[in-house]
Structure formats: C-alpha cells, structure tokens
C-alpha cells in the first residue's frame, strides 16, 4: 500500500525553530513536495526534493533520505504568519500521494 | 496574474441532487486535478487529466464524474449528492512532463459543499 506520515499537529514559539518529519511508503519515488495551507485556503507550493540532501530557501529547507524513506520541513526564526498546516506529498507514477498534514500552532 | 478559479465557492445542496462544481485556469496548463479535501485526512485525488482527450480516475471516483470542456475548464459533478460527499473540493492544475522541473500542482481557492 501507500502510505505517508506526519504528525498531528506541533506547537513552537515565535523565533524559534521547528522540524517537521515526514516517512513514506509508496508504490514509485519522483520526488517529494512541501506545501504549505493556511486554513480555509489553498496549499501553496513550498519546496522539492528529489535528491538526497537539503535544499534550502531563506527560512524554510527541507531534506530528503530516500533509502529511509524520510523528508524533513525546517522553518527557522518562525513568525505568526507560519501557523499552517504542512503538507508533506509524494510523487508516485504521475500523481501526488499526500500526506494528512501537521498542523503548526505558532505562541508568541 | 494567471490563476486558478473554482465556482462556486460555497454550496449547500440536499441528499439526492445533482451537483456541478466548476474550474477554470489561466495558467495554460495541460494537466487538470480534482481533490477532496476531509478534516484528518490528506488530499485525495477524485479524477485527473492530461490533456482534453485524456481522462482518468483517481483514488475515489465512485458517486463522481467529470468534464474536461477545454484546456483552460475541468467540471466536477455529483450525480446524486450524498451526505458524505460534505468536503472541501480543490481544483489543481500542472504543467506536463516537458514543464518545470518541480512541475508542482497550483490549487483553486477551494469549493466548501455541505450536503444535508
């Protein structure tokens, strides 16, 4: 079967940092995609992997192990505006498997 | 700016009627996706399509159909709504396989459908 993984929901303060794990079994690997939805609205593209490593952008990087089937979401010097739900999403034979998404709640 | 556009963006309907959700993008993409969208639950893909000619079932097609008029609109309908049909409906578009690297997925601003 297919199945990804991340958790629930996290909590972090404002100006911290804070790791969001995602595991997957899937089927076929093309890559693995972060998205970001603020509720009640639209996911919206944050980043790529499909390489092993880290690929970093400003405050967000995101890391990819593909023989441990595990990608991380990095958000650094976190803001208010980063409470949101992040969508971890596999890449597998022409289509998105999606993760249920970790729920980020953001304290001053 | 090119963009993604779903009508309507609420709707409340009764068990049993027929319902048409619609979308429509300016991004000149090929490939067109229906999702729902259940609290606790990832996206689930309903149907897709690669191109005008080219339709496909997703995860949960049953109770579902779909209508691909033209490049640019990829209607979604529920011939006879039912009470678990209640989600949130997400349009997404992509480029084709020749695009972008990433060849992310761009998403409509949703569709809330409550049926009683």
């Known amino acids: 079967g297919q199945n990804i993984d991340q958790p629930t929901e996290m909590t972090a303060t404002e100006g911290a940092i804070v790791q969001i794990n995602c595991t997957y079994q899937t089927s076929g690997f093309n890559g693995l995609f972060w998205y970001q939805q603020h509720a009640g609205e639209a996911p919206t593209f944050l980043s790529y992997n499909v390489l092993d490593g880290l690929e970093e952008k400003g405050r967000f990087s995101s890391f990819l192990s593909r023989s441990k089937g595990y990608s991380y979401l990095l958000l650094k010097e976190l803001q208010m505006k980063d409470s949101a739900s992040y969508l971890c999403a596999v890449k597998s034979n022409y289509q998105l498997i999606w993760g249920a998404g970790t729920k980020l709640i953001i304290k001053p | 700016d090119a963009d993604v556009t779903q009508t309507p963006r609420n709707r409340i309907t009764k068990t049993g009627k027929r319902i048409m959700l619609e979308c429509s993008q300016t991004k000149g993409h090929d490939r067109m996706y229906w999702y729902r969208q259940d609290p606790g639950l990832g996206l689930r893909l309903i149907y897709y399509?690669?191109?005008?000619?080219?339709?496909n079932k997703g995860e949960i097609s049953d109770g579902y159909s779909v209508s691909r008029q033209a490049q640019a609109k990829f209607s979604l309908s529920l011939e006879s709504a039912i009470p678990n049909q209640t989600a949130l409906y997400f349009c997404a578009t992509s480029v084709g396989t020749s695009g972008t690297l990433y060849n992310e997925q761009f998403f409509g601003p949703g569709t809330r459908l409550t049926v009683l």
């Open positions: 399509s690669f191109d005008v000619k080219d339709i």
